[in-house]
C-alpha cells in the first residue's frame, strides 16, 4: 500500500478534528460542508473491499430524501446490495479516525479481512443533482485514485441506476448492460412486453403524473421518456427546474404530510404518484370526488405487487415460496388483508432496507417494502430458472402464459435495491392487466387511522427494543405501560424505537378512529418521556 500517496492526498482532505460520524442503514449523511474527509475515506475503502471481493464496488453520493443543504455516501457491494454490516464498521472507523492514525485503521481493515493489496481494484461512483455532490464525488476519486484503484465515473445517476451498474458489472452482462441505456433499454422492453395484452383493450393511453421531488429521477425520466411506448404518458413536475431539492415535495413529504406535493396540480381521480430525491422510494396518491386525500404508500404497493404474484404463481402451478417482508410501521390492516384474504404469509423485520432485503432472500419470492415506500422483489436464482424454463417449454396455454408474464416481470423489477421508476413501471403494468383505476387498487383494504410521533430523550440508547422493534424490554415498565394503553382502545397498536441518528424516541400508533390513534400516540409519548429520560417540555397532545 502505498502510503505516501494517501497521506499526501489525505491532507487535501484533512478531517476537522473531534467530528465523528457512524454509517447507517443509509451511509453517511450530514451537512456538505463537513463531507470532505469522509468521501475521500470512503474511495480509499471502496478500494479495499473491491481487492477483497475481487469485485466491482458502487460508491453513491446522495443524501435521498434529505434537504438540499445535505450530502451523504454509500457504498455498493458486489451484486447491487448494501455493504456487509462488518464492513459499515470499517467505514465509521476510517470516516472517525484522526490524521495520524489513518495509516493504522487501514491496515487493521487489511489484516482483519484478509485483504490482498496485489489484486485490481475497480469502483464505479454516481452522484445525484445537489450542488456539493460534484466536488464530494471528486473527494472520492481522490481516495480511489490514492490507493491505485481504477474507476468509471457515471456523474448523475439515480442510486438505484448505480446498483444496477455494479450488479451488471460483477455478473458479467448477465443482469444487464452496465450503461444508463441498457437500463432503459431493458426495462421498458420488459414493461412492452408485459402490458401487450392490455393495451389491446384500452381505448386510450394511461397517464401518470409525477412529482420528481426536484431531484436526479426528472432528468432521467426524461431521458426514458422516448424508450417508453406511447400507451403510458408520464406528465413531469418538480423536475428542478424552479423548486429546491425536497422542498414541500418528494415521496417524503408526501408521506409524513399526507397531502399532494407543491408544484403538482391534481384534478379529481388522477393518478398522481411522488418519488424522492434520488428515486429510490416511491408513493400514489389520488384527490376522491369530494377533494378527500388518498395516499397508497409502501404497503399498498407490497399488497398490490404480492397480490398480482400470488395469481400468476397459482395460474403456473408452480410450488414457490412467497411471502411479504414488513416493518412495525406497516399498517395492521395490510396485515391482515395479505394474511386472511390473500393467504400470503407476512413477516416482520427490523427497520431498514438492509434488514428486510435479507430476510426477503429465504423465500423464492420476497416481496419487501418500507410503509414510506422504499421496496422491491426478490426472486431466488432457482424461482428465476424454473419460470423462465416454463415460460419457453410448458405445453399448456394458461401455465406458459402465466410463466411469460412473471418472467417479464422480473426482469422489469430492479431487484438490487428499490428503484421508484422500475416500481412505477411494474405498478402501472399490473394496473393496466387488471383493468384496475387507483380507486379500485386503494379499495383492496382501509388503512387503519395511525399517528407517529418523536420525543426528544437524554439519551436515546437507553431504549431497547425486541420482536423486529415491536416490543421494548428497556427501561423496566415501559412495555407494561403501552401494553395497558393499547387494551383501552379498539384494534389498537403501538410501539416505540429510538431513532438511528438523533436522541429522539420514535411512537407509532393506529386505532379504529384518528381521534383514538391520536390519543395513543400522546399517552405512549408521555410514558417515553417520564421512563425514558425524556428532554425539555412534557409532550403536547395532538392538535
Not at 451537512?31 to 473491499?49: I, Y
Not at 384500452?202 to 426536484?214: Q, T, V
Not at 378527500?292 to 403456473?316: M, N, P, Q, Y
Not at 383501552?488 to 436522541?503: I, L
Request: hydrophobic letters at 35%.
Amino acid at each position: 500500500m502505498d502510503f505516501d500517496a494517501v497521506t499526501k492526498y489525505s491532507a487535501l482532505h484533512a478531517k476537522p478534528p473531534g467530528l465523528s460520524s457512524q454509517y447507517g442503514t443509509a451511509g453517511f449523511r450530514t451537512k456538505a460542508e463537513n463531507l470532505n474527509h469522509t468521501m475521500f475515506r470512503m474511495g480509499l475503502l471502496a478500494v479495499l473491499r473491491s481487492k477483497q471481493t475481487k469485485a466491482t464496488i458502487g460508491v453513491m453520493v446522495t443524501a435521498s430524501h434529505n434537504p438540499e443543504e445535505d450530502n451523504g455516501v454509500k457504498l455498493i457491494d458486489p451484486l447491487g446490495e448494501m455493504l456487509a454490516p462488518s464492513w459499515e464498521e470499517h467505514a465509521t472507523c476510517l470516516a472517525n479516525a484522526e490524521e495520524p492514525e489513518l495509516q493504522t485503521v487501514l491496515s487493521d481493515i487489511c489484516q482483519k479481512e484478509a485483504v490482498d493489496l496485489q489484486h485490481n481494484a475497480f469502483v464505479v461512483i454516481g452522484r445525484d443533482t445537489r450542488v456539493s455532490s460534484k466536488k464530494l464525488s471528486q473527494s472520492v476519486i481522490d481516495g480511489v485514485s490514492a490507493l491505485g484503484g481504477r474507476y468509471h465515473d457515471y456523474g448523475l445517476v439515480t442510486t438505484p441506476q448505480l446498483h444496477y451498474m455494479v450488479c451488471c458489472q460483477n455478473t458479467h452482462g448477465n443482469y444487464g448492460t452496465a450503461t444508463v441505456e441498457g437500463y432503459y433499454q431493458k426495462l421498458s422492453k420488459a414493461f412492452m412486453q408485459l402490458i401487450k395484452q392490455a393495451v389491446s383493450r384500452k381505448d386510450g393511453p394511461m397517464h401518470l403524473k409525477i412529482d420528481c421531488a426536484n431531484g436526479i429521477g426528472a432528468l432521467k425520466l426524461k431521458e426514458m421518456e422516448h424508450y417508453l411506448p406511447e400507451c403510458l404518458r408520464i406528465h413531469i413536475d418538480n423536475d428542478g427546474s424552479k423548486g429546491k431539492l425536497n422542498h414541500l415535495c418528494g415521496a417524503d413529504f408526501v408521506k409524513v404530510h399526507q397531502k399532494p406535493p407543491v408544484g403538482l396540480e391534481m384534478k379529481t381521480s388522477e393518478r398522481c404518484c411522488s418519488f424522492d430525491g434520488d428515486a429510490d422510494r416511491i408513493v400514489y396518491y389520488y384527490n376522491d370526488t369530494t377533494g378527500r386525500f388518498h395516499l397508497l404508500d409502501g404497503d399498498k404497493i407490497a399488497t398490490l405487487i404480492s397480490t398480482f404474484l400470488k395469481e400468476l404463481l397459482v395460474k403456473t402451478g408452480q410450488t414457490l415460496t412467497l411471502a411479504v417482508i414488513q416493518t412495525a410501521y406497516a399498517n395492521g390492516s395490510s396485515t391482515r388483508y395479505l394474511e386472511e384474504a390473500m393467504k400470503v404469509p407476512v413477516h416482520c423485520a427490523k427497520t431498514g432496507v438492509k434488514h428486510l432485503h435479507h430476510k426477503a432472500q429465504g423465500f423464492d419470492v420476497g416481496v419487501y417494502f418500507e410503509a414510506n415506500g422504499h421496496g422491491t422483489v426478490l426472486f431466488s436464482k432457482a424461482a428465476e430458472e424454473k419460470i423462465r424454463q416454463q415460460a419457453e417449454h410448458e405445453k399448456d396455454n394458461i401455465k406458459r402464459e402465466a410463466a411469460k408474464i412473471l418472467e417479464n416481470t422480473i426482469d422489469l423489477i430492479n431487484q438490487t435495491v428499490g428503484d421508484a421508476i422500475s416500481d412505477m413501471l411494474v405498478i402501472e403494468a399490473i394496473l393496466a392487466l387488471k383493468n384496475f383505476t387507483v380507486q379500485q387498487w386503494d379499495a383492496m383494504y382501509t388503512d387503519l387511522p395511525n399517528r407517529q410521533l418523536k420525543v426528544k430523550v437524554a439519551d436515546r440508547r437507553v431504549i431497547d427494543t425486541t420482536d423486529a422493534e415491536r416490543r421494548a424490554v428497556k427501561p423496566p415498565g415501559l412495555q407494561e405501560k403501552i401494553d395497558a394503553l393499547v387494551k383501552k382502545v379498539k384494534w389498537a397498536r403501538a410501539f416505540v424505537r429510538p431513532s438511528g441518528t438523533e436522541d429522539v424516541v420514535r411512537v407509532y400508533a393506529e386505532a379504529d378512529t384518528q381521534e383514538n390513534a391520536d390519543k395513543l400516540a400522546h399517552e405512549v409519548s408521555l410514558a417515553v418521556y417520564h421512563l425514558a429520560g425524556g428532554a425539555g417540555e412534557e409532550p403536547k397532545p395532538v392538535v
